[in-house]
């Protein structure tokens, strides 16, 4: 056995964990007391543990096995990783099509959660650059899954959390682009309402869209925050200095966090600082930068940087709500969490675009807002009245991040989980595939 957690690492349990290094390795590994699988474990809280079950780390799976130069069509296992498909493809002029906010995370990993990046509004999330996977299902057949071919499982692994069979390779479509750099530009919103306006009107312009708000800021300075929009740089776009060298690599993290905080490290006035300084880092963003930048700031500063908030962990709640009354009750919510003197730190608010036709795929129209907290005490009632709040104003919370939310109201939150649940019988009918999340939410 050995101790396992998410990235927040809350919580931690004890699990069998097997490291396959081919498919009939996972074929052999299928466990029919509960099987999980695992990327790199990026998701915050409890999707890629199983306790005293079996965890399948699919990170031995890395292997590429096609790409087209032409197209940028990449045909892979499924634990390679976006940042290794950026090593190996950027300097051809090959970028993610889809991108989360970390490249430490594996194609297979990126399906199961649907992962969205800073441009779900122009261009969807992960399922629209996957163009079909293969599938280890609980018999020990592998099928294929396409939007022609099986599509009922294609559509409901996007989201589906591991839970009907081990991805073991996937086809997906890379960007093309002529630099690595992006040109960005920034926008200070004095309070909720402005900061809301910049992120409409700049969506209209930009492609990608990003904001951090200050949520210890209450009344008329209530949801101050910074916004940075932008695009792909062309080579027109770039000073000479990178011009040399456009589709340079990437930024690695500058240092890397030694050990876990002490838990008393963080409370009301240091975290003041690191949000004056944040909004200060954001405000004076270049206008050209490394991509690395733009979307992994938090590779790119520190790694580990999860160990900062100390042993007991942390979570990061997000949620989207409909863009109707979006201010009145993004407003409320914040309201909630500063009257609750829990200590709220790095955040982000975003517009997302439409919803897939993946049946249990997070993102909706309307306004996102994720939001770290450590695990302290009084965490727990402020979450769960929150989770009463999304769910009453028709919104949901992202299963990426969470480790809270319980069975009746995730029910409440996700109205087509009856078609994906005709998915799970028919492809995992005796229940292989469950891990604690899918046992806390009533997934399995
Ligand atoms: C700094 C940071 C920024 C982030 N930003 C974003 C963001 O902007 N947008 C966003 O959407 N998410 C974001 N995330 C969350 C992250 O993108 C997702 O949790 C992603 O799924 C993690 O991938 P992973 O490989 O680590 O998977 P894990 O966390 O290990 O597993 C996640 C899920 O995938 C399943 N899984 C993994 N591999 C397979 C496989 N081969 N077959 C079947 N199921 C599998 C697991 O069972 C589990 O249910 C962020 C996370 C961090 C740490």
């Known amino acids: 056995m050995v101790a396992l957690s998410g990235w927040g690492l809350y919580p931690t349990v004890d699990c069998k964990l097997?490291?396959?290094?081919?498919?009939?390795?996972?074929?052999?590994?299928?466990?029919?007391?509960?099987?999980?699988?695992?990327?790199?474990?990026?998701?915050?809280?409890?999707?890629?543990?199983?306790?005293?079950?079996?965890?399948?780390?699919?990170?031995?799976?890395?292997?590429?096995?096609?790409?087209?130069?032409?197209?940028?069509v990449l045909r892979c296992e499924a634990g390679v990783s976006l940042s290794q498909v950026i090593e190996r493809f950027a300097g051809r002029g090959w970028f993610p099509m889809i991108t989360p906010g970390t490249r430490w995370v594996t194609i297979g990993g990126c399906i199961a959660n649907d992962v969205h990046g800073k441009a779900h509004h122009a261009q969807g999330s992960f399922l629209e650059s996957v163009l079909s996977m293969r599938v280890l299902l609980a018999s020990g057949d592998v099928v294929t899954a396409s939007r022609t071919e099986n599509a009922d499982l294609f559509f409901a692994s996007f989201g589906g959390m591991g839970l009907l069979g081990v991805i073991v390779e996937a086809t997906i479509r890379l960007r093309k682009v002529s630099t690595t750099f992006f040109k960005q530009r920034v926008f200070v919103g004095n309070d909720l309402e402005s900061l809301?306006?910049?992120?409409?009107?700049?969506?209209?312009?930009?492609?990608?869209?990003?904001?951090?708000?200050?949520?210890?800021?209450?009344?008329?300075?209530?949801?101050?925050?910074?916004?940075?929009?932008?695009?792909?740089?062309?080579?027109?776009?770039?000073?000479?200095?990178?011009?040399?060298?456009?589709?340079?690599?990437?930024?690695?993290?500058?240092?890397?966090?030694?050990?876990?905080?002490?838990?008393?490290?963080?409370?009301?006035?240091?975290?003041?600082?690191?949000?004056?300084?944040?909004?200060?880092?954001?405000?004076?963003?270049?206008?050209?930068?490394?991509?690395?930048?733009?979307?992994?700031?938090?590779?790119?500063?520190?790694?580990?940087?999860?160990?900062?908030?100390?042993?007991?962990?942390?979570?990061?709640?997000?949620?989207?709500?409909?863009?109707?009354?979006?201010?009145?009750?993004?407003?409320?919510i914040l309201e909630t969490i500063v009257s609750a003197r829990q200590l709220p730190s790095l955040n982000?608010?975003?517009?997302?675009?439409?919803?897939?036709?993946?049946?249990l795929?997070?993102?909706?129209?309307?306004?996102?807002?994720?939001?770290?907290?450590?695990?302290?005490?009084?965490?727990?009632?402020?979450?769960?009245?929150?989770?009463?709040?999304?769910?009453?104003?028709?919104?949901?919370?992202?299963?990426?991040k969470d480790a809270f939310l319980d069975a009746a109201t995730f029910a409440r939150m996700y109205s087509r989980l009856p078609q994906w649940r005709v998915a799970k019988q028919k492809y995992d009918p005796h229940g292989v595939f469950t891990s604690n999340l899918s046992r806390r939410v009533g997934l399995t």
């Open 196 to 332: 809301m306006q910049h992120i409409e009107e700049q969506d209209a312009a930009f492609p990608y869209s990003v904001a951090s708000i200050n949520p210890l800021e209450t009344g008329a300075r209530l949801g101050k925050g910074v916004l940075s929009a932008g695009d792909h740089a062309s080579l027109e776009d770039l000073p000479e200095k990178f011009a040399r060298e456009p589709l340079r690599g990437n930024g690695r993290a500058f240092f890397d966090m030694p050990f876990l905080f002490p838990n008393f490290t963080l409370n009301r006035a240091t975290l003041s600082l690191v949000h004056v300084f944040g909004q200060q880092f954001m405000t004076r963003g270049a206008a050209i930068t490394h991509a690395d930048n733009f979307f992994y700031p938090l590779d790119v500063l520190v790694g580990d940087w999860n160990r900062g908030y100390g042993k007991r962990g942390f979570t990061q709640y997000q949620f989207v709500i409909p863009k109707e009354d979006g201010a009145r009750n993004l407003r409320a």
């Open 18 to 72: 097997v490291e396959p290094e081919s498919e009939r390795d996972v074929a052999r590994a299928l466990d029919v007391n509960g099987t999980i699988a695992r990327g790199l474990g990026r998701s915050y809280g409890d999707p890629a543990i199983n306790e005293r079950r079996t965890v399948l780390g699919m990170t031995k799976l890395d292997r590429v096995l096609g790409f087209d130069d032409a197209t940028g």
């Open 348 to 359: 982000v608010l975003k517009k997302l675009g439409k919803e897939n036709a993946a049946p």
């Open 361 to 400: 795929s997070f993102p909706r129209e309307g306004w996102t807002l994720a939001i770290d907290f450590p695990v302290i005490d009084g965490l727990a009632e402020l979450l769960s009245r929150l989770d009463a709040m999304v769910a009453d104003m028709g919104g949901r919370i992202y299963l990426g």
